[in-house]
Every structure is written in C-alpha cells, then in structure tokens.
C-alpha cells in the first residue's frame, strides 16, 4: 500500500483510492476538475505559490447560487457606490494560504464587469465591486465556487467598523511612538556615553533638543489614550493606570522642558517616550484579540441560512429569514439547516445538533418535536411550523449574547491597576507635601516646585509599569513553547487566582470519538465475508458509532476487503441497511440493558455480533485532573449529554460535581451563577455550544481542534489539545504571578528608598539617573528567573 | 557656535525632516487602510514578483475603463 499526494490539495492517500489522471493523482473530482480549470485558464503558478501547504478538498456546493440574486438578499447585503456600481462584503470559506487569496483575486479581477475584488488575507473577508449591467453578483459566486471555494455574504456590524477603525487608530498611534522610542534611544546612547566621557554644554542642549522634538509626538499623539483614559477614569472617581502613566509621563516632560531651557541638569524625555510606547505596544495587541474576536463572529454568523423554504396556499415560496413569522410552515431538506425553532407536522428525519449540544450522534426527530436553528437536518425532507421568528431563534439569540458578552465581558483587576490607584495618590502627596515644605522653609518657590516635580520623576512608574508585563512576557514565552496560547498577558494573573475549573465533557475530557471496549461474536469466530460486509457497512456511513466499529475492526483484522453492497438505506436513529448478493444485511443499534452505546450486526435477521462502545476518556485526563484536585481546585463536569453517560465519565475521573443535559444557555446561567458566589472561574471546552458559557467565565480556555467561535471567545488556547496543557497553564501561571508579586515589591522597596531622598532635595542628574535605571533593571534581571533552566527542566 | 555644533545641528534638521516626512507617508498609508491586512503587506514584500506589479497596473487600467464607460452611460 503506497501513500501519493493529490496534485491539487496536496492531501496525501492510499494509491488505492486515488483518481489517476494520466501522470496525476487526485483525491476527489473537485481537485481535479480544479486542477485543469487552473492549467486551462493559464493560472497554474498558484501551486508554486502555494508551495507546501495543503488546502481542504474543494468545497462541493449544492446551493443555488441564483438565491444571491433575490430582491430580499439585494436589500439587506448589496450597497450601491457613488460611481453606480454595486458592492457587497463576502467571508470566502476555504482559504488556508497566501496562494489561495491570490487564486481568488486573480480569477476575480480577470473576470469581465468586476471591477474591485480585494481580500483581507488576517480574516478572509472579501469586498467585491462590480458593475450588475455586466455581470450578476450569482455568477460571481459561481465563479468562486468553480475553483473550490465558497462565498457567503456578511453584515458590517457596527461593532465590526468600530473595532477596524480603533485597530487603525492603535497601530498608528504605536507606529509613531515606536519610530519616536528607536531614535530617542540612538540619541540616548549619545547621551549617555557623553555624560560619562564628557560633552560640552551646547551638545547636550543639541541632544535635548532632538529628544525633546521626538517625545512630544509620544506624549501628546501616541499618549492621547492614556490621558483620555485618566479622564474618564476620575470621571468616573477612579484612579487607573492610565492615570498613573499620563501623570508620570506629563510631569517628566514638564521637568525635562524646564532643563531645556534654561535648568540645570539631565532631561529624561526618554523615560517619558520609553514608558507610553510599553504601555501602548500591550494596549494595541489587547485590541487586536477584540479584532480578531469581532471577525470569528461574523464567521457564526455565516452559518445561518441565507433564506427558507415556507409553505403556502399557492405552492412553496422562498423567503428572507426576517419576513418567517410564528406560524409559518417552513420546508426543510435533507443537509439544510434549520433557520428558526419550530415544531414538526411532518416527517421524521435525524438532526446534527453538535453546534448546540456538543453532543455528535444525530438525534431522531418525529413529529411534535421541536427543530433548533442551526442544527442541520441530516436524512429527510420534514415540515415544521415556526414557533419563533428568527430574531428570537435559538442560534441568532446565543450570536447576540456573545455579542453582548465580548462587550462587557468583566474581568478581575489585576494587582498592578489595584496598586496604582494607592501609588499615585501616595506620590502626587508626598510631591505635594515636599513642594509646599520646602517653600515655607526656604521661600523660593522654584526650588521647592523643582523639589516637588522631582519626588514625580523619580517616582516615575517605570519599575512598576514593567513589574507585570516583562514577567508575563517571560511567561507567556514559555506558555507558547508548551502549546498555551494567552491571548493577553493579564490573563495568568487571573489564572493564579482561579478557585473553580468547569469542564465540558465531549471533546475537553473525553476524545469525542468512540470505541469498542466490549464484544460479542455469537458464533465464537467471524468468517471473512462476514467481516469485510461489515466493514463495507460501517465504511459507508459518517456515523461516530459506525467510525467506532471500523476502526476496531481495522485494528483487529488484516487484509479487509470492500464488498458492492446495494440498496444501502439510513434508517434514521435505528442504523443502516443494505443487500449483499440477496442477503439483507442489517447494522445498528441494539437493545441491550446496558449504560453504552451499542451496535448490532444482522444477516438475514440472524445475529452475528455486537458491540458495546463509549467515548474513551483522553490518555492524558486523569493525570491533569488529579493535578488539579492537588490543588485545592473545586472541579465540575458541564455537559449536554444525559445524565448516565456524565456520571460514568465523572466516576471514572473521580470528580464530584457534574451537571447534565445542559443548553449553551444553561451552561452560560450555570457559569453566572458561579460568580455571583465570588468565585473566580475557568471554564474549559470546545464547541459551539461552549461558547456562550467560555465568553461568561473569568478564564476561558478552549482545545485547539474546536469549533473557531470557542477559539475565539476564549483567553486561552490549548494548541496541541492535550489536557495536560492545563496541569501546565496552571503551574506556569503561578510561579509567574510569584514573580509578579515579587517585581511589585522590589518597585516599591525602590520608591520607598528613593523618594524620601528626592523629598530631602539631594536628587542628583546621576543618581536619578543611575536609580530609574537600576530599578528597571532588578525587576527585568528577577523576571528573568521565571523560566530558569535547572528549575524549568526540573518541574516544567 | 562651533563648526561641529553647527554640522549637528543641520544634521539634526535634515534626520528630523526626512524621517517626519517618511513618519508623513507612512501615517496617510494607515489613514487608506493599507496596513489594515498585515499579512498581505509581509507576503507582498516577500514574495510580488514583476508579474504580480504588471497585473496590478493591467489592473487599474481595467477599472479604470469600467469606470469611464459607467460614467459616459449615466451622463447618457
């Protein structure tokens, strides 16, 4: 059995079941049918382009493409530009790579009547301009879906334009301060050589100069956000961070203009550059999680139908999601998904309804059921009536809570931010009080205002601005080796204080696969036919219990053969069956008194064998859970399973507390209800159905494969999607909240020791100096240490 | 003023022109949403080729026919 690679998607499979094409291989006739439209159409440097990758096998789409020509899809998708052409903003689905927007774009804009086709490579979203006297938008996405990908339109929120033009406005702003730091820094090298080896006057006034016409773009253009902040902070009566960097940095560049012209002294127009850049370059990246947060869900929102079926009195009619209204009979055909909750009257089919339970076994529906939107009706036509419009379906109703949750989601305040309200009133007294001291004692108002602004400058919060993020940087570095992706450096704070872990069950705890772990052969012995039917029973469905049975059977018989089996029938949550040379063959569930999924195998009606399957705890989960219980950590099961296949997996984990049969919905309450009793919670999962309870919890961590709305909404990502990237998240975390901690002291053990002497008047240019940058250098040196080699190779 | 001070000054005012005007062009670049797709801006520098250039020009020229045509229409 020999491996090729398709000359398309680069997939690679057994030889067996490939497509020859004279000196090509290809897996499906979408990759080949691609592969020559490309070599006709003379855009064959894709696949250098494309190089390495692999892309997905092309997207074989049965919808009619002519929906994209519908009055109702005009009116709410389609603008119209100042020059008369028309506009619409599309998410392409199926692109992996550079080479892949290139293909799109090239084919695009080589097509008559288009005249802008521009893709966003960062999120895969498409803006298309064409003239509709040449060509209609449905051919456009004809023309899209010919080389294997698919299109589908999406609404620019206002959320979406607000967070595109704030992410323009950080990054500008970044970019200024960042330019500004690195030639500040190069004259700072001058400086301070000067300054040891000697400089003339004129020179050092030269170099304030050029410092001078650097910060002050820093301080007043890139720094804008922090006073803007302070502003709306004591607005609001508190004091923040902002605060504290704005009031440091003004004072800073107030005392450096006052050496400027005419003081006598060193300008520290550096430390004000220096410190706005930091803390901005952290801000900025904050903002591009919410970005990229805002783009995932557009891409949820994707998966509701574009439109629906509905019956009435003169025939079918296809209508807008909108125009649905309670009552409605609406049609839905096997693969399509539901558009909004309702009750069947006819049919009965089997529904995916992994987005809302996270559950992967269909579940039968006959009539008097109810259908959930965005579940997908797998086997058969049904008819249902609306119970809900479609703002109040299920699906649309969890779009808009998380939504509403990535706005407001709280988060516990971090040390830094709680300290720095005590810190800044602390020193802006002390300065305060030096100032109005020395003026009553002496009664020269400049020196006692220089005395004053010096305690600020030498207060100046560099130390304990960087005390958090060089530590979480070092942390986060080492967290991103492990595979732990964190979003944001304040999440291992918040991480170090947890209290609770809530964990879903099927994809977190469990492989989300099953196995075989019992069976039962009537006759002893399994003959090779009846086997290899088997096998070709099994191969032919998409069923996880079907996979389960293959898979075992792959393991433990050599050399099977596909048999042409006929008349293959789904019977919806029953199983399948099919004819094999007259013999009807039977293989699905059977009734069994058992707590697991089961499976039987039938010839004729005769038994020949059956299986007990579960879904197999992941190799890693125990481990990590007793790690966790080690802890001290308080741990809960939260599953839409039923409550005896929960209680099995939280015996075998020896975890007390379990909840089951939970609605996303349920989950997010049950997450609430948690807080509400001050407890700080992690919340681990996977699917759609997490997302609502991940985007409410203190710390959300989702598993690499899961769904990308979880991926999204979560603080952490699990690459590698081992369970013991937790048992490492938590250990990382705390020993960098240790270091945390320990940067804060040292900050403050500084201040403690520099600013009585700055109030006593002895503050030096050198010994300001030489401090501001000493103390910068403990808390960088002690951050170092977290991920100590002999240390990390010992516990990590 | 020495003639060393004097070299570093109009040493100073010619960095500081040249790279405020460079800062100039790489702020109005932001404001056209040029930096809006980082990825493209990394895979554009990396990997454009002559062809790439050629069919971005061919480009422009396209939509700019299209555009004159629509506008001769309306007038019409």
Redesign the interface.
């Known amino acids: 059995m020999s491996v090729v690679k398709c000359d398309h998607c680069a997939l690679e499979f057994d030889e067996k079941v490939m497509i020859k094409d004279g000196e090509h291989f290809f897996c499906c006739n979408g990759c080949q049918g691609v592969y020559h439209l490309l070599k006709n159409d003379g855009l064959d440097s894709f696949y250098e382009k494309k190089g390495s990758n692999t892309l997905e096998q092309p997207i074989a789409v049965g919808e009619d493409s002519s929906n994209f020509d519908l009055e109702s899809f005009a009116a709410r998708y389609i603008k119209t530009t100042t020059e008369g052409f028309s506009s619409v903003d599309l998410i392409i689905e199926g692109i992996h790579c550079a080479a892949c927007i290139w293909l799109n774009e090239k084919v695009l804009d080589s097509t008559d009547g288009i005249v802008e086709a521009k893709i966003n490579f960062t999120n895969n979203k498409a803006k298309i301009v064409w003239d509709e006297d040449i060509i209609k938008l449905s051919q456009i996405i004809d023309k899209i879906r010919s080389i294997g990908y698919n299109a589908y339109p999406y609404e620019r929120s206002a959320t979406d334009k607000k967070v595109t033009k704030t992410n323009r406005d950080y990054f500008l702003r970044m970019s200024v301060a960042i330019f500004a730091s690195m030639n500040i820094m190069m004259i700072g090298v001058a400086k301070y050589s000067g300054f040891f080896t000697g400089m003339s006057q004129s020179t050092l006034h030269l170099v304030h100069i050029a410092e001078f016409i650097f910060a002050t773009p820093v301080l007043f253009y890139s720094g804008w956000i922090f006073y803007k902040g302070a502003y709306f902070g004591l607005k609001n009566k508190i004091i923040n961070m902002d605060f504290l960097v704005s009031s440091g940095a003004t004072l800073t560049y107030i005392y450096s203009l006052y050496i400027l012209f005419g003081g006598v002294g060193h300008s520290y127009f550096d430390s004000v550059s220096m410190i706005i850049t930091f803390v901005l370059v952290g801000k900025y990246l904050e903002v591009i999680g919410k970005k990229s947060a805002v783009d995932t869900m557009d891409k949820l929102k994707m998966q509701i139908p574009l439109e629906a079926t509905i019956i009435k009195d003169d025939g079918k009619v296809t209508v807008a999601l909108d125009q649905i209204v309670v009552g409605d009979i609406v049609e839905l055909k096997a693969g399509e998904k539901a558009s909004v909750d309702g009750e069947i009257i006819s049919g009965d089919s089997s529904f995916d309804e992994s987005s809302l339970s996270g559950e992967s076994i269909p579940v039968a529906k006959q009539v008097g059921d109810m259908v959930y939107s965005g579940t997908i009706n797998i086997t058969n036509v049904i008819r249902y009536k609306a119970v809900k419009n479609y703002a109040n379906s299920t699906l649309n109703t969890i779009v808009e809570l998380l939504e509403d949750s990535l706005n407001s989601k709280p988060k516990i305040e971090d040390t830094t931010n709680e300290l720095s309200k005590y810190f800044s009133i602390t020193i802006l007294t002390l300065a305060f009080l030096s100032f109005m001291g020395w003026y009553f004692y002496d009664h020269n108002f400049e020196q006692a205002l220089i005395i004053g602004i010096s305690v600020i400058v030498i207060a100046c919060p560099c130390a304990l601005a960087l005390a958090t993020p060089i530590a979480s940087l070092v942390g986060i570095s080492w967290l991103t080796k492990e595979g732990l992706l964190f979003k944001e450096a304040k999440f291992i704070e918040v991480f170090a204080k947890a209290t609770t872990v809530v964990f879903d069950k099927t994809g977190t705890l469990t492989k989300g696969k099953f196995s075989v772990f019992n069976i039962d052969i009537i006759n002893k012995t399994l003959t090779k036919d009846e086997v290899n039917i088997l096998y070709t029973l099994v191969n032919s469905s998409n069923h996880p219990v079907s996979i389960g049975v293959k898979n075992y059977l792959l393991a433990h018989y050599k050399n099977l053969e596909e048999y042409t089996l006929e008349d293959i029938k789904q019977i919806p949550a029953v199983g399948m069956e099919a004819v094999y040379k007259k013999d009807k063959i039977f293989g699905g569930k059977a009734n069994l008194s058992t707590k697991y999924t089961t499976y039987k195998f039938e010839i004729n009606g005769n038994l020949i064998v059956q299986f007990e399957l579960q879904d197999s705890l992941k190799d890693d989960a125990i481990n990590t859970i007793n790690y966790l219980k080690e802890q001290g950590l308080e741990l809960i099961i939260c599953s839409g399973d039923n409550q005896s296949t929960v209680k099995n997996i939280a015996s075998q984990l020896g975890i007390e507390h379990f909840k089951h049969s939970m609605t996303p919905k349920t989950k997010a309450e049950f997450i609430s209800e948690l807080k509400n009793q001050d407890k700080t919670i992690v919340m681990v999962g996977d699917g759609i159905n997490d997302a609502l309870a991940l985007s409410r919890s203190d710390i959300s961590i989702a598993m690499g494969n899961g769904a990308d709305i979880a991926i999204a909404v979560s603080d952490v990502v699990v690459l590698n999607d081992k369970l013991s990237g937790l048992e490492k998240s938590f250990y990382i975390s705390k020993r960098t909240y240790k270091f945390i901690k320990q940067n804060l002291l040292i900050s403050l053990i500084y201040n403690t020791i520099t600013i009585p002497v700055a109030m006593m008047g002895y503050v030096i240019p050198l010994v300001a100096a030489l401090s501001m940058s000493v103390s910068s250098l403990l808390v960088v040196g002690n951050s170092m240490r977290i991920n100590n080699k002999k240390y990390k190779d010992k516990n990590g | 003023?020495?003639s060393n001070?004097s070299v570093?000054?109009l040493e100073?005012a010619v960095g500081?022109i040249v790279?405020f005007s460079l800062?100039g062009i790489?702020?109005w670049a932001?404001?056209q949403?040029q930096?809006?797709?980082?990825?493209?801006q990394m895979?554009g520098l990396l990997?454009d080729t002559t062809e790439d250039l050629q069919?971005a020009y061919e480009?422009e020229q396209?939509?700019k026919e299209?555009?004159e045509k629509?506008?001769k229409?309306?007038v019409s």
């Open positions: 003023m020495d001070s570093l000054w100073l500081v790279s800062l790489f702020i932001v404001r949403g930096f809006d797709d980082s990825k493209r895979d990997f069919a480009k396209k939509v299209l555009k629509k506008a229409k309306s």
